[in-house]
């Protein structure tokens, strides 16, 4: 009776591992996660300074999608207003101060026609009411120092190849003494001519307006496509957050619906649809689990109470201790199959677990250190989490003496680290320690009784909540294994 038992659940055994691994590529499928899908795409960090970029542009899309349309707005732009400077700007300040050059020239023709007896009223009224000029016919004197020309002032240097090209006299300007007013003096033979003309008579003043203009309604459209992208972007964040919550084991959010542009719409539709599928094969998995329960736990029952009939002998205990070894496994197998999905998040203090894993530690007689740094609240799945912990200290316990257990919760993620002086497991069998009903030659897993899922399923909880474990060496000699996710 005990063999036949026996062979019955390590039949069960690649039945619920082949099912459980369908269902894995199934899920990647889904999620286009199969190696090698992605192989075929372009890397177009490979080409000359795309590294360099890729590495100081922002990463979101919606900071990508607003650069996607202030960078050519702010390009066109500054195009148009390097066209506006040089063909309207310029040009008009040139026709201007030429303008205002050629009534200066025809003011100093006049002095120096008509000179008189030193009376320049007349001609001084002239300039004054007809050609807008202000003057003033000095004694001669020397013209004062130079000053420097400002960084950027299109007046001064038009002003100058203007004066130099139609007078031809000695001179002096000022552009930057009055805002409202442009100082000449010119050394002429007997006199010095000192004139005050309008800047805008030699200027082109009203640029401030189409700077103003531009800036105005580069903001306006950019405030627009703020408020556009942001009722874009914001489906596509709530799909992400909701796959995310999904592959961590949480109900979607009450709020998300579908919405936003048809191809948001098209790939939240298939998310439901994909996720519906995943969880009606896992309840049809789960059912038919309980039913090969069930069956199993029937037989089981029904060997107990025939032995029950039998005399007390040696042949009986090993008969009950193989049943019991039997029940125990057949539980391991559907704690395996059924995993943690059903159970909902809350909140767990990392203390009182290290707490109870140093008592037990205590009560096998080995050496458990266990420390928490950061905040040791969690927001996980309790009895998963806590079941995925105990699968490696109660590993590390059985197969060393002295065991490390540190809780790192940094930000949003904490690290589990559990370490030991025990046998440890060689490099090149740790990633075949994760997959179910495997036992290693090694021996870790060879322990009375053990299935060998231990760490298949510390490996499933940690995966559900969006994070995973990592077998390295110890410092003490031994195993470490890291639990990593974000809570």
Known sequence: MKTPGLTALRRLGPVLGGLRARLGERLGDRLGQRPGRLSKVPRLRSLPGMRWLSRRTPKGLYARSLIIIIAPMVLLQAVVASVFMERHWATVTQRLSAAVVQ?????????ETFPGNGDFTEITRIARDTLDLNILVLPPEPLPPAAPRPFFNILDGVLSEEIT???????????????????????????????????????????????AWMVGTSLVLILIAVLFLRNQIRPIQQLAAAAEGFGRGQSLPPDFRLRGAS???????????????????????????????????????????????????????????????MQRMLEGYLAFARGEAGEDVGVLDLETVFDRFRSEAQ??????????????????????????????????????????????????????????????????????????????????????????????????IARSHGGDILLTESTLGGLRAVIRIPA
């Open 103 to 111: 009534d200066i020239a025809a003011v100093i023709e006049v002095i």
């Open 165 to 211: 090209a139609k007078i031809g006299r000695p001179f002096w300007i000022d552009t930057v003494g009055d805002s409202r007013l442009v100082e000449i003096r010119i050394q002429l033979e007997n006199h010095m001519l000192r004139v005050f003309a309008r800047r805008n008579s030699a200027y082109a003043s009203n640029t401030h307006i189409f700077i």
């Open 263 to 325: 191809e948001v719409r098209k790939a939240a539709l298939a998310f439901i649809q994909m996720r519906d599928r995943i969880e009606r094969q896992i309840e049809q998995r789960t059912q038919m689990l309980n039913g090969v329960s069930h069956d199993l736990r029937t037989v089981l029952t029904r060997f107990r109470l025939q032995l029950t009939f039998f005399s007390d002998s040696e042949d009986r205990r090993e008969l009950e201790s193989d049943i019991s070894e």
């Open 363 to 460: 009560m096998k007689g080995k050496n458990l250190t266990a420390a928490v740094l950061g905040d040791p609240t969690i927001l996980v799945r309790p009895d998963g989490f806590t079941r995925a912990i105990s699968n490696l200290v109660s590993n590390a316990l059985r197969h060393a003496q002295t065991v490390e257990l540190t809780a790192r919760h940094e930000g949003r993620w904490l690290t589990v680290t559990v370490e030991d002086d025990g046998p440890g497991i060689p490099p090149d069998a740790r990633e075949e320690a994760f997959k179910p009903f495997v036992r290693l030659d090694s021996a870790r897993n060879m322990d009375d009784g053990g299935t060998g899922l231990g760490l298949s399923i510390a490996r499933d």
